[in-house]
Nanobody
Framework: QVQLVESGGGLVQPGGSLRLSCVAS????????MRWYRQAPGKERELVAT????????NYADSVKGRFTISRDNAKNTVYLQMNSLKPEDTAVYYC???????WGQGTQVTVSS
């Protein structure tokens, strides 16, 4: 059973930074590509970033490219999302997801506001 526990969200001023973490269990983490999604109020969930199982390839939504960095530590079954130069439009609940394995965590709220 896939379990994903996100953390690291909070309230930050525009231009600030946050680092999100997602600890995974219930599957072989090192064999799964991982993704970060976000969902803002009244909007559909959108894909933010992906990373291959070995961490060698990453991809980003155009809206976060150059500001966000996805990474992973397979020894810790953890995927990260470093978010810099945050904007109010980045406000959302952020979720991690194991590609091909149904299941969502509770998410972590990120609010960017002055």
């Amino acid at each position: 059973q896939v379990q994903l526990v996100e953390s690291g969200g909070g309230l930050v001023q525009p231009g600030g930074s946050l680092r999100l973490s997602c600890v995974a269990s219930g599957f072989t983490f090192s064999r799964s590509a991982m993704r970060w999604y976000r969902q803002a109020p009244g909007k559909e969930r959108e894909l933010v970033a992906t990373i291959t199982n070995g961490g060698g390839t990453t991809n980003y939504a155009d809206s976060v490219k150059g500001r966000f960095t996805i990474s992973r530590d397979n020894a810790k079954n953890t995927v990260y999302l470093q978010m810099n130069s945050l904007k109010p439009e980045d406000t959302a609940v952020y979720y991690c997801y194991a590609a091909g394995r149904p299941g969502w965590g509770q998410g972590t709220q990120v609010t960017v506001s002055s």
